[in-house]
């Protein structure tokens, strides 16, 4: 059973920087593309940042672009979202998902999904 779990949120004040991290309990998922993707209340879950299983090709959301960066560590399962100059809108629940086949921001073809871990920005 492949299992996702987040880690790392809490609350921070507006330009504070916190890194979240994501461990996956499968090896299989050393070949997977690992994303984050984030959802506010009362709105859709929408694309953050996504990265092949290599580290050869990464995308953001134009609106984290130059604050945010995701990198993984196959070693050890895991893909980490670095967080900076973080803004009240950046405030939602963040979940690490999975996919088989490449960078994708539409969260449709994502396999996987862990639970999430909330991130507050406060003004």
């Known amino acids: 059973q492949v299992q996702l779990k987040e880690s790392g949120g809490g609350l921070v004040q507006a330009g504070d920087s916190l890194r979240l991290s994501c461990e996956h309990s499968s090896p299989t998922l050393t070949t997977y593309a690992l994303g984050w993707f984030r959802q506010a209340q009362g709105k859709d879950r929408e694309f953050v940042a996504a990265?092949?299983?290599?580290?050869?090709?990464?995308d953001y959301a134009n609106s984290v672009r130059g604050r945010f960066t995701i990198s993984r560590d196959n070693a050890k399962n895991t893909v980490d979202l670095e967080m900076r100059s973080l803004k009240v809108e950046d405030t939602a629940v963040y979940y690490c998902a999975a996919n088989s086949k490449t960078v994708y921001s539409d969260r449709a073809r994502y396999d996987y999904w862990g639970q999430g871990t909330q991130v507050t920005v406060s003004s």
């Open positions: 990265i092949s299983w290599s580290s050869g090709n990464i």
